[in-house]
């Protein structure tokens, strides 16, 4: 419970109204979903393996390595601020219920995209992200593993009704408000066309 509330209150930090957000260009907005277009960018990213890459231990260790890197745990010692979205990519497990592979991530900003501070840890590195093309729903509340999954195959079946063809894996998910917003939450799937 204690990790819980601590978790909670750094998010909340973490995850303030006035985050730089990670920059895309809309393509092609349809009923319900876009096309987005996402620049190659740098994002600070650690691994996870866990049956809930948003609910269990491992998600936990990894936020509070990444906050770590840019509360000062880097090779400037700077304090970089919090970004949105907080990114995973998840690669599921074959079967129901198996652990998967996933990569969660906070957006460099802009500022320190040139000049970007190396990690002190170890189980946390600077990502080049090349550049890609997603299909994007945007949905509210507070999701956990389950719901992203729901959100991933409606979106599939949205994107396949247009003739997008989308990827079911990696699955990308992406929430951008910490836990101390109640109403008007973002939290959005990306399968990559």
Sequence with gaps: MFRLIVASVLLSYAL???TEEAPYEVL?????WEERSVPGLKWISGDGFDIRPHDGES???????L???IDGGNDQGVKIPMTSPVSYRVIPGEGPN?????TMSFFIPMAFQENTPLPLDSDVYIEERPAMNVAALKFPGFPGDVD???KAAELF???SSEGVNAAVAPLWEASYDGPNVII??????????
């Design 16 to 18: 303030a109204a006035d």
């Design 28 to 32: 092609k907005a349809h009923e319900g």
């Design 59 to 65: 998600a936990d260790k990894i936020f509070y390595k």
């Design 67 to 69: 906050f770590h890197y």
């Design 98 to 102: 198996c652990e998967g592979n996933f």
């Design 148 to 150: 992203f999954g729901i």
């Design 157 to 159: 079946e949205l994107a």
């Design 184 to 193: 008007n939450r973002r939290n959005e799937v990306w399968l990559e066309i």
